[in-house]
């Protein structure tokens, strides 16, 4: 028998959280082992519990949704994050994305997405609302479509410098799932191929001068 995925819910509003502890008991593989108010009881809980997938609320008490994104990759706890927001929006999506979160699901959405989203962040995919990518990849940013964001400037000086993927992550307190996408979107900016290339046009435009 295949084990279910372990959840972690965390919301400050009573009703959203049994709601989802609902709809998520009831698929075959999955099991609510958890349900948090507040960032300190899911810091608590994830040691407890220790669960395969949090699902995150942004706004929380004493301890908001991505300053608990921020505790957990800092210390380094071994748990798929998936953030459930009402915000649409992509300086929130944004947040999530650099704070380390593997996907972003949004509450005005059907509970389905929200099901399949915590499948898929479980598997290692990185999830994002569809609505969320042409702002993601920064198209609507900048008039130039090279231009890249602060973030991805930091992969990039850090790929130059050798570093792997995981050392990227490590350093930037993200997933390395967050460090593929970023990859993908400077691939894309700054037309190159591969991790070479993209540290050859580094060097040539953009490495400081001494």
């Known amino acids: 028998m295949t084990p279910r995925l372990r959840i972690l819910l965390a919301d400050d509003h009573a009703l959203v959280l049994e709601g989802l502890r609902s709809l998520l008991d009831a698929q075959p593989d999955m099991q609510v082992v958890g349900a948090a108010t507040d960032g300190a009881q899911v810091m608590e809980q994830l040691r407890n519990h220790k669960p395969d997938v949090v699902v995150l609320d942004l706004e929380m008490g004493t301890m908001s949704g991505l300053a608990c994104l921020e505790r957990i990759r800092a210390e380094k ?3 798929r994050v998936l953030v459930l927001s009402a915000y649409g929006d992509g300086t929130s999506m944004r947040a999530a994305l650099d704070g380390g979160a593997d996907g972003y699901a949004l509450k005005t959405d059907p509970p389905r997405n929200t099901v399949d989203a915590i499948r898929q962040v479980y598997r290692g995919q990185l999830v994002f609302p569809l609505a969320a990518k042409r702002w993601l990849l920064g198209k609507s940013a900048s008039s130039d479509p090279r231009q890249l964001t602060e973030r991805e ?26 460090v593929k996408f970023h990859l993908q979107n400077l691939y894309m900016k700054l037309g190159v191929g591969n991790r070479t290339e993209a540290v050859a046009v580094y060097l040539r435009e953009r490495a400081p001068r001494r």
């Open 77 to 79: 706890i071994p748990v």
């Open 153 to 178: 400037e930091s992969v990039l000086a850090l790929l130059a410098e050798g570093a792997t993927n995981a050392e990227i992550a490590r350093r930037l307190r993200v997933s390395e799932n967050t």
